[in-house]
């Protein structure tokens, strides 16, 4: 999972790409890289390494990547060590000069590369971004004398239709303009916004989510459709202008991880809102707890800071018990679940909470999390909870139980490491040390989101591939 950021026809571009790379930190802590494309000296900038986006860029660095169209790129590793050659965005100048960056996940991502391989393509790096910009060369070698922007169709065309799994692109294509397009069923988010600039043209962006769009002055316009690739000319008759073609639709299923966890709370995903749906979803989840237990021994409901936050209020709420901020979290450790290493996640969740001793001696606590996944984060919590006083411990999910891995950029590939997998609960509780544990269900979760989205990860049905 990452955070990714594109705009045309702003006067400060690589500025404003950093100001929303800073509203998308959340979905990536490993690295951080700005593209821009200088149409007066025919040239891309760059920077990028790793760190978080704060750190990587000066002033300076900033003011050397011109242009008016720029790209940006937070990165979470869902697969191994963080390497520098896999830091996006890249740029490729063969057949064509382009510049791309992506969020998400190919599942058949060895497959397409010994292929390519096979042909004669380099790679430098092990990101599937890689073998999207090859895909997409390929295509436009195939049409050389073809405009440019059907050169693009066919391109975009031709990841679709070889590419599998969930991911979303923005482009940076000289000659033509800024592109974005989402895969057949949407699984990852991608949003277009539009800003009048202080000259009267109108500037156009992409990105993850529109809080990081708002934050630099745009207004949303719509999601890009599954399927669909959506572009802006920055030369000709038709520039300021947006331009889309539904290339290859199959119904949108996008992650449910996006409201459960990945997206900040004032996103705005499928027009579905992020706050909302949490909200419901601790109502629902208070619903399933009191049905199963009776509300009046349970002295303290608390949040695992700060996603399930909403939810856990909701919750106390439907409950009528009173929540408590029990967990104090440090803010300057990194999210425990999007570390790329089980090692690093039990280092960083003894790393980053403390506990009010106060609220919970001698006390019953219900601990609200958005989800649990490997269970570390919870078994470790659980723990230290008792370890300060709380006389019982128990825990609740506003995500059902996780036990399939996913496929398409989020990083629980092994079912094996998965808690909730070929346990029933009270199995699942006794892993956790807790003294009982709740989750919703997938039927709550669809009365909460109201559409249809991508579940494989809870029900083993996957809209590509199958899991090993």
Not at 70 to 85: C, N, P, Q
Not at 168 to 178: C, D, E, K, R
Not at 435 to 461: H, I, K, M, N
Request: a neutral charge.
């Amino acid at each position: 999972m990452c955070g990714i950021i594109g705009l045309t026809h702003a006067v400060q571009s690589a500025h404003d790409v950093y100001r929303g790379l800073l509203m998308l930190q959340h979905r990536g802590q490993d690295s951080a890289g700005i593209l821009s494309w200088d149409a007066a000296t025919g040239m891309f900038h760059s920077k990028k390494q790793l760190g978080k986006v704060a750190d990587v860029f000066t002033a300076t660095d900033l003011d050397r990547l011109k242009g008016a169209m720029a790209l940006g790129h937070t990165r979470y590793s869902t697969i191994g060590d963080v390497k520098e050659s896999d830091l996006q965005p890249i740029a490729g100048v063969m057949p064509i000069g382009i510049g791309l960056v992506h969020n998400g996940n190919l599942s058949n991502y060895a497959a397409l590369k010994q292929s390519l391989l096979a042909k004669g393509r380099a790679f430098l790096s092990d990101n599937d971004l890689e073998v999207i910009l090859h895909l997409m060369s390929g295509a436009f070698v195939s049409s050389p004398t073809a405009p440019l922007g059907e050169r693009l169709i066919e391109a975009a065309r031709t990841v679709m239709q070889r590419a599998e799994g969930g991911y979303s692109v923005i482009g940076i294509l000289p000659g033509l303009g800024l592109f974005g397009f989402r895969d057949p069923h949407g699984i990852r988010p991608l949003i277009i916004g539009e800003r009048d600039e202080a000259d009267g043209r109108k500037s156009y962006a992409f990105a993850s989510e529109d809080a990081a769009l708002g934050f630099v002055g745009y207004r949303r316009v719509r999601d890009v459709a599954p399927g669909e690739l959506v572009w802006v000319p920055s030369v000709g008759d038709e520039a300021e202008e947006l331009h889309s073609r539904s290339l290859v639709p199959r119904g949108g299923l996008p992650c449910m991880f996006e409201w459960i966890y990945f997206s900040s709370a004032d996103a705005n995903l499928e027009s579905v809102p992020v706050y909302e749906t949490r909200l419901r979803l601790g109502q629902l989840l208070g619903a399933r707890v009191g049905a199963a237990l009776d509300p009046s021994t349970i002295d303290v409901v608390s949040a695992v800071p700060e996603t399930s936050r909403i939810s856990a209020i909701a919750l106390a709420e439907t409950l009528q018990r009173p929540y408590r901020e029990v967990l104090i979290k440090n803010r300057y450790v990194q999210r425990s679940f999007i570390l790329n290493g089980q090692d690093k996640r039990q280092v960083a969740v003894s790393m980053k909470f403390s506990v009010v001793d106060s609220v919970i001696a001698g006390k019953t606590v219900l601990l609200v999390d958005d989800s649990i996944v490997r269970g570390t984060t919870s078994r470790k919590l659980v723990q230290l909870l008792r370890q300060h006083g709380a006389a019982r411990v128990y825990l609740a999910s506003s995500c059902p139980p996780i036990r399939h891995p996913c496929l398409y950029g989020i990083d629980f590939p092994d079912r094996k490491d998965l808690v909730a997998a070929g346990r029933p609960l009270d199995a699942v509780a006794q892993a956790l040390d807790a003294d009982g544990v709740f989750y919703t269900t997938l039927a709550d979760l669809e009365t909460a989101l109201g559409r249809p989205f991508c579940a494989a990860c809870l029900t083993g049905e996957y809209a590509y591939g199958a899991a090993a």
